[in-house]
Structures are given as C-alpha cells and as structure tokens.
C-alpha cells in the first residue's frame, strides 16, 4: 500500500491495532465463529464487550460514581438536541465558538430560551472569547471546548456557578479531564475515540428528571442509563471498534500520555507554521488546539496555496485542505496522529519552502 500521512478532521485515523482487531471480529467474534456484526446484543459475549467499554470510559477518564456513560446512534448533532431535551427547562447560555456550537444553540432554542452569552463571530471564530460573565439565572451552560473547523479549543475546565454541559466531540480522550464539573459531556465518536455511527454522552445521574416536558423514550438519557445502552439494539460495530481504540489508549499509558504525545506532536506543527515564512496560523495563540491545527499561506504567497495542496497530496499527505469557512489548511492531529506523520508533514513545509523562498 501506499504510504500516506492521514489528517482527517473526522472520521479520523483510528489506531492500527483497533483497525487490526476490528477486521479480525468481523471475521470471528469473540472465538463464535459469526461475525460481530451478526452477532445479537442479547449474547454474554457482546454484553462483555459492552461492560468492557463502559468500563474504559471509567476508568480512563477517572468517571465519577455520580455519572453514567452511554452510548447512542445519531451522532453529536443528535446530542445536540439530547442536550436541550434532558436539561433545559426555562432558560439556557451557549458559549459560541463556531458552527458547531451555533448548531447545538439552534436545537435548544426550539425547547426553550437559548442565547449566545459571547461570540467569536467577528473574528470567524479565531479564538475564545474571554470578557464574558457566566450568568447565574441559566439552567446551564453550554461550551464547546475544541472548536473541529477553527482550531481552537478551551484548555482548561471551566468554573461556573451553573451546571456545564460540553461539547466535546474532538478533544475527547485527548487531556484528562475534571468530570465532577461538568453535568454532561457528550460528543460523535468519529473524530478521537471511533469510527462514525455512535456518541458517547457522560451524564451526572441526579441532574436528570428536573424538566417538566414530557421528554420522547429514545431522547431521555435515563431511557438509556436504565438500559445500559441496550434499550434497543445498540450500533454493535462502531461500538466494538470504540472499544478496541479505547483499549489501545490504555496500552499507551491512558489519557495523561496521550495529552504528553498531543502536546509534542501539536508543538513541532505550530512551531514550524511559525518559523516558516510561507505559512501563518489562523487561531489566536492561546487557544490553539492540541487536536485541528488550521494554517494559511502567509501574506505575499497566497497563490502558492493550491500548489502546496498539490505538492503535499503528492507526498502523501491526506486531508489536509482546510475547511471551506477557513481555507488554507488543517492538519487533524488526533490521538492515533503518529509523531512520524507530524514530521512528515513538517518536512514537506519545509521542501516547499526551499522551493520558493
Ligand atoms: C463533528 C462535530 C460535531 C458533529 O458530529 P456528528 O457526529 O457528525 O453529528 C459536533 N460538534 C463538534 C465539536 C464536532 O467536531
């Protein structure tokens, strides 16, 4: 096969081993002798696989007994709506920090009052907006904390005085994380933890039960606590690859190194964006992503930017095109990103460079 360098916003590159075990469960699952994808939920063997991943989530992101995870087929934009369903009742604050973060406000506005309590709009979303006061009148606030299309991404967990509930799609798994301060977290598989077709949703059990709406079977969480993600036929194939990539983050030393391997991988992209003249970063330095690293040409070379495309693409670079609201280039350095892909696409700058400067 060819050699290529995947940099995929999502689905994203999944770790080889996951990949590896996958092919082999649609061949035998679990020593059956069927494929995992005839294989019934009700089995002992797929309620293993199932108890198993719960049981990573667990302990991988140190869950606290107050929270339950759940897995459900719709994808983040369905959380979205789960989102509002479960937990609004009067009122509610959105963090707008792009396109994603609108969308899941445009969901709870449906269900209730829903506002932007700060924007990042006038800059195209470049950054994270600071000046802004967490009201206190809000049933929560929502954020979304690695911002896929900009790159840029909250890197700390917030304190508000409101329950949080956080979009975190493409930061997942990627840094450990606070989960007490936080009443649900929830986000697609596809871009750090899975292949598409499944997300995952952290909830704090208590915190269910306190809207007055009559709240549809499939959208209450607690449908879905109750059920152990069983209520109805769970997606068995996205769920077993989670669980696969999920055991390989263990073998690599659990979340903590992972956030140690992102940090480097993240620090010699953006310091070659910066050293080099031919590029520049869109995202304010502060709140550049460890996951979506976004780039354009620098001023004065803006019409080598299809070139650059081509000369990468030849080198085997995949997925690097930045997106359409963006331009320019984004690299999606995920967690099964290798230090060696980052490098590749780090010498290919470099090589274009010495072509034009
Ligand atoms: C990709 C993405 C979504 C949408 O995910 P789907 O699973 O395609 O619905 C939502 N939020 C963020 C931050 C994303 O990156």
Known sequence: MKEVHVFNAGPCKLPQPAIDAAIEGLKDFAGTGIPVIEISHRTKEWEAVMDETRALWKELLDIPDTHEVVFLGGGASMGFLYAAMNFLEKKAAYLETGVW??????????????????????????????????????????????????????????TVPVPLIADMSSDIMSRPVDVSKYDLIYGGA???????????????????????????????????????????????????????????????GGVE????????????????????????????????????????????YETLQDEFLRFATERGMVGIKGHRSVGGFRASIYNACELSDVRALVACMKEFENLHE
């Open 190 to 252: 596809q871009k750090n933890v899975g292949p598409a077709g499944v997300f995952f949703a952290i909830v704090r059990k208590d915190a269910l039960g306190r809207v007055s709406r009559y709240i549809p079977t499939m959208l209450d969480y607690r449908t879905h606590i109750d059920g152990g993600s069983m209520f109805n036929t769970p997606p068995v194939f996205p769920i077993f690859v989670m669980n696969q990539t999920l055991k390989w983050v263990k073998a690599q």
């Open 257 to 300: 190194a992972m956030y140690r391997r992102n940090v480097e991988k993240a620090d010699m992209l953006y310091c070659e964006i910066d050293r080099n003249p031919l590029f520049t970063g869109t995202a304010a330095r502060e709140d550049r992503s460890l996951m979506n690293v976004c780039f354009v040409m620098a001023p004065g």
């Open 101 to 158: 973060a609108k969308k899941a406000l445009k969901e709870a506005k449906g269900l209730g009052e829903a506002y932007a309590v700060a924007s990042s709009a006038d800059r195209n979303y470049s950054y994270i907006p600071k000046d802004w006061e967490c009201p206190t009148d809000v049933d929560y606030l929502h954020i979304t904390t690695n911002n896929t299309i900009y790159g840029t991404e909250i890197h700390e967990d917030m």
